[in-house]
């Protein structure tokens, strides 16, 4: 770092820009093709409905976040032309052309991600009420500080990025110190592999390693979010002590919360949690020699300081003293005996508290769909309807969808955590009734092949991992016991 330019952190800048756009361009191709069986129009959650309260209720419009559809009626064509729109832009950054320009340009495209965005994300109800949702939006808020290829990135605006990891990290850590004890007596991952929202192709193997690598795992997680992250600010120490020493430092902290990522990338599907959190580690590492070299200040103009256009580095340090201000809500919860988690202080979503898995469900229970054309429910025979990513038939591989975000599969894993069924859930089984279209495409398998079944009913299991032994003999993957009928048989009147 060189005062005010960070000169050698060109290339965590590209990483950056890129891999934030390309995690917009993912979540706009979300919503284009889930948003409106889910909220559109005719939607399980209508978002009109919920945007015509919001009109009609004090109440409802201190609780809506700002969203583009306060000023103009929502239609599911409108939000198609959103999700457009936000995918242009973000394949656009993705290649850079953007950055080419002036550091004005790549500032209005990602304050155009992040107004658009949030637009969504504010009426998204409980299908948009993740983490990694405002964690994307503050992503992309600070990527429009980054600047252009013409000149280093600013070195408060790198600061901030490493303050949003921190967050992220250190949050997610004292969370789980807080939560449940199975992270305090380091049993957490015997059951996480196996209980987790979605598994991946290889979460029944890592599941099946033995408990006390799944106790080493436990320590590692703690040690990468209690310990590592205060080394991400090692770098400012470059500033006033010679030597790579404090560079190598951040490097390093940055290396080990990518690898430990980078394993939970493999081993679930967590939407785009972690590669967001890979893309900004990045922000702390410096590669000297990649960058521009800041200009001697003797031979720079007044309007250049550390090779950095006046304006911009306004406009920089402005964002950091908002920040400054925004940051002590976050700070404090960090510390705080009640912790919140995934929380916003302030309507646009930046300096936000995070945190993830204070505790860890011990059995996995999973809601079953299923249906039938027979007229008699109680004699009848009953075929499932199958999820992109949940599990329901025991012999397949889950599949790895990261970061592709399938947000009625993960509601679905909530729905057995719930004291009751979920409003959205009801309307979803009318919709199997109708046999809706728009509906039957967020499954991965109609058994009805798109004509109306007579009958629809959710049922529990109890779904664990077959042990090596029982794969050999049944070729299952799962093995799943009965819990009980959950709601009806339902039929159309």
């Keep these: 770092m060189d005062g005010f330019a960070a000169v050698d952190f060109e290339f965590a800048r590209q990483v950056l820009q890129r891999g934030i756009a390309a995690l917009f361009l993912v979540a706009f191709v979300s919503t284009l093709n889930q948003f409106r069986p889910l909220l559109g129009e005719h939607g399980l959650l209508p978002a009109p409905e919920l945007l015509s309260w919001a009109r009609r209720s004090q109440r409802g419009q201190r609780m809506l976040r700002p969203t583009l559809f306060h000023f103009v009626t929502y239609t599911d064509r409108r939000l198609v032309a959103l999700c457009w729109a936000g995918i242009a832009v973000s394949a656009a950054l993705v290649c850079g052309i953007p950055q080419l320009l002036t550091p004005w340009t790549p500032m209005v495209c990602f304050l155009l991600l992040w107004l658009g965005y949030m637009s969504i994300v504010s009426i998204g109800q409980t299908f948009y009420g993740f983490g990694w949702e405002m964690l994307l939006l503050e992503a992309g808020f600070l990527a429009a500080f980054l600047g252009s290829d013409a000149e280093p990135p600013a070195t408060v605006v790198i600061v901030l990025l490493w ?99 980078l394993w939970l990338i493999v081993t679930g599907n967590f939407a785009w949690l972690n590669w967001a959190t890979v893309v900004l580690a990045f922000s702390a590492i410096g590669l000297p020699g990649i960058g521009a070299p800041s200009q001697d200040a003797t031979s720079e103009p007044p309007w250049i300081v550390d090779a950095i256009p006046l304006p911009w580095l306004l406009v920089t340090c402005a964002v950091g003293v908002l920040y400054l ?117 967020l499954l991965a398998r109609d058994p009805f092949g798109g004509e109306r079944p007579r009958w629809v009913r959710a049922v529990a299991y109890r779904y664990r991992f077959s042990t090596r032994a029982e794969f050999r003999r049944s070729r299952e993957r799962w093995v799943r016991e009965w819990r009980g009928e959950v709601l009806g048989p339902l039929a159309l009147r």
Excluded: C
């Design 325 to 441: 201000v925004l940051s002590g809500p976050a700070l404090k919860n960090l510390f705080a005996h009640r912790q919140l988690m995934n929380a916003s202080f302030n309507r646009w979503q930046l300096a936000n508290a995070y945190g993830a898995f204070g505790t860890v469900t011990k059995q996995r229970i999973e809601i079953v769909v299923e249906g039938t054309a027979e007229e008699d429910p109680d004699a009848a025979t009953w075929r499932a309807y199958e999820f992109k990513g949940k599990p329901t038939d025991v012999r397949r591989i889950p599949r790895l969808f990261a970061p592709y975000h399938l947000r009625l599969d993960w509601l679905m894993w909530f729905l057995p955590l719930g004291r009751s069924l979920d409003d959205w859930f009801t309307v979803f089984l009318v919709r199997l009734l109708q046999a809706d279209a728009p509906t039957l495409r």
């Design 163 to 261: 303050w949003l990891v921190f967050r992220l990290e250190f949050g997610a850590g004292m969370i789980k110190i807080r939560g449940g004890r199975e992270w305090r007596d380091l049993t957490a991952l015997t059951y996480h592999h196996e209980t987790q929202p979605m598994p991946g192709p290889l979460s029944r193997q890592a599941h099946l390693l033995p408990r006390w690598f799944h106790k080493l795992e436990v320590v590692g997680n703690h040690v990468a979010q209690l310990v590592v992250p205060w080394f991400l600010f090692a770098p400012l120490l470059g500033l006033v002590v010679p030597g790579p020493g404090p560079a190598i430092a951040g490097a390093v902290a940055a290396a080990i919360i990518i690898a430990t990522q």
